[in-house]
């Protein structure tokens, strides 16, 4: 079985312009999250997607956002680029619900904003 | 909301030497994760703990669960240079019923 892969693996943005990341799961998997990583606060939880409903998100300001589509892929995107948003990017898929399941990570996308 | 605290923040070990890090929680939690992620890498999972007391193994790793539910910890027996990385504890319990992963301890190995 093919593993999560996420796309672009790497990105170069400019402050104020705004990116969106794209995340194909595991086949089968219906369940989504996402993270971000960085070396000063680790990995931090940005938002949950099942079956195409948003379940949970993070303290995360309203520039980040996201949604799941029918074959379970999800994108994310965040507008008005900021200098700290420079992360790696993780998303994870799990089969269920993730409080019981195991989560596969992806290959993640680092973000770089100039 | 629910946190973690994971020691220590580095590990420096001389190969064949052990080590173990170990992750702290003020609640009771229902199940606590383990993940490793390698540098330049991303989190991989190892291992789900869910029984009060419970201790799995995989090979050279042993992980516990302690008896309150509270702390749980991961020992690596005679560290290879292959077992370099981040080892990360995570748990459920974030106001938004999510993931939250403790800091992680970051283990390098001197050949």
């Known amino acids: 079985k093919a593993g999560v892969t996420q796309t672009p693996r790497y990105l170069i943005k400019t402050r104020g312009q705004q990116v969106t990341l794209s995340c194909s799961p595991i086949?089968?998997?219906?369940?989504v999250s996402w993270y971000q990583q960085t070396p000063g606060q680790g990995l931090q939880f940005l938002f949950e997607?099942?079956?195409?409903?948003?379940?949970n998100k993070g303290n995360f300001p309203g520039r980040f956002s996201g949604r799941q589509f029918s074959n379970s892929r999800s994108e994310m995107n965040v507008s008005t680029l900021e200098l700290g948003d420079s992360a790696l990017y993780l998303c994870?898929?799990?089969?269920?619900?993730?409080?019981?399941?195991?989560?596969?990570f992806g290959p993640g996308t680092r973000l770089t904003v100039l | 909301g629910q946190q973690v605290m994971q020691i220590p923040q580095y590990q420096h070990v001389q190969e064949g030497e052990d080590f173990t890090t170990y992750c702290n929680s003020s609640t009771t939690l229902s199940n606590i994760q383990w993940y490793k992620q390698r540098p330049g890498g991303h989190p991989v999972f190892l291992i789900q703990l869910v029984k009060s007391g419970e201790v799995k193994k995989q090979k050279r790793l042993t992980f516990q669960f302690g008896e309150a539910k509270k702390n749980s910890s991961l020992h690596i027996t005679a560290t290879q240079t292959t077992d370099v990385g981040t080892y990360f504890c995570a748990v459920y319990g974030g106001s938004q019923g999510n993931l939250i992963f403790g800091k992680g301890t970051k283990l390098s190995v001197k050949p």
């Open positions: 994870a898929s799990s089969l269920g619900v993730p409080s019981t399941d195991t989560q596969y």
């Open positions: 086949s089968g998997h219906r369940s």
């Open positions: 997607y099942f079956s195409e409903t948003q379940r």
